[in-house]
């Protein structure tokens, strides 16, 4: 069983930064593409940014290009979203995601991914 806790969050001003972590327990994901996700109050879950198994190939939404970036360290079995210039558009929940099949590639729904973290609330606010 492959269990996915997000930490990282919390209340940022505007033009603040984060980093996000992803720890992965159960199984190591060094095989699995990855993909941070996010609901804000309202409105349906997005993906954010995903990045391949290999991490040679990543994803960006285009409200987030140039702002946040994602990496993964396999060593620590964990996957992080560095984000910068945070808009008050960018509060929302945030959620890490792992694909249910080994070497499969980047997608973008989030129907495709088959293990969730619990969400971790980023709030933008002066």
């Known amino acids: 069983q492959v269990q996915l806790v997000e930490s990282g969050g919390g209340l940022v001003q505007p033009g603040g930064s984060l980093r996000l972590s992803c720890a992965a327990s159960?199984?190591?994901?060094?095989?699995?593409?990855m993909g941070w996700f996010r609901r804000a109050p309202g409105k349906e879950r997005e993906i954010v940014t995903a990045?391949?198994?290999?991490?040679?190939?990543?994803y960006y939404a285009d409200f987030v290009k140039g702002r946040f970036t994602i990496s993964r360290d396999t060593a620590k079995n964990t996957v992080y979203l560095q984000m910068n210039s945070l808009k008050p558009e960018d509060t929302a929940v945030y959620y890490c995601?792992?694909?249910?099949?080994?070497?499969?590639?980047?997608?973008?729904?989030?129907?495709?991914?088959?293990?969730w973290g619990q969400g971790t609330q980023v709030t933008v606010s002066s």
């Open positions: 159960g199984r190591t994901l060094s095989n699995y593409a």
């Open positions: 995601a792992a694909k249910g099949v080994p070497y499969s590639g980047i997608t973008y729904s989030e129907y495709d991914y088959r293990y």
């Open positions: 990045i391949s198994w290999s991490g040679g190939t990543t």
